[in-house]
């Protein structure tokens, strides 16, 4: 079992910086596959980055390539997503997931292949 907590979320103008934190409970962290997805009003929740129980490997949706960066820190359970060049679309509940792999270099970037979910934190960015 493991219980997920973000933290980091705000109000941001346009061209600014957030850094969310996930922190995650439990002694099996670090085998686990992380991610991080957002929800905007009316729309359905989507992929944003995700990153592998090792950290050698990682992958992010086209929109966010080269503004946002995930990493983890394993000794610390937690999770991060450092969004810069914030821009208004980005908008957005965001979520922490996590999900079981058997190798440290595999992500997701399905929800469905999360089994633990965040409660979520907004990000609001203004123009």
């Known amino acids: 079992q493991v219980q997920l907590v973000e933290s980091g979320g705000g109000l941001v103008q346009a061209g600014g910086s957030l850094r969310l934190s996930c922190a995650a409970s439990g002694r099996t962290f670090s085998s686990y596959a992380m991610g991080w997805f957002r929800q905007a009003p009316g729309k359905e929740r989507e992929f944003v980055a995700a990153?592998?129980?090792?950290?050698?490997?990682?992958d992010y949706t086209d929109s966010v390539k080269g503004r946002f960066t995930i990493f983890r820190d394993n000794a610390k359970n937690t999770v991060y997503l450092q969004m810069n060049s914030l821009k208004p679309e980005d908008t957005a509940v965001y979520y922490c997931?996590?999900?079981?792999?058997?190798?440290?270099?595999?992500?997701?970037?399905?929800?469905?292949?999360?089994?633990?979910w965040g409660q979520g934190t907004q990000v609001t960015v203004s123009s």
């Open positions: 990153i592998s129980s090792s950290a050698r490997t990682a």
């Open positions: 997931a996590a999900g079981a792999t058997v190798s440290s270099t595999t992500y997701y970037t399905t929800s469905a292949k999360y089994t633990y």
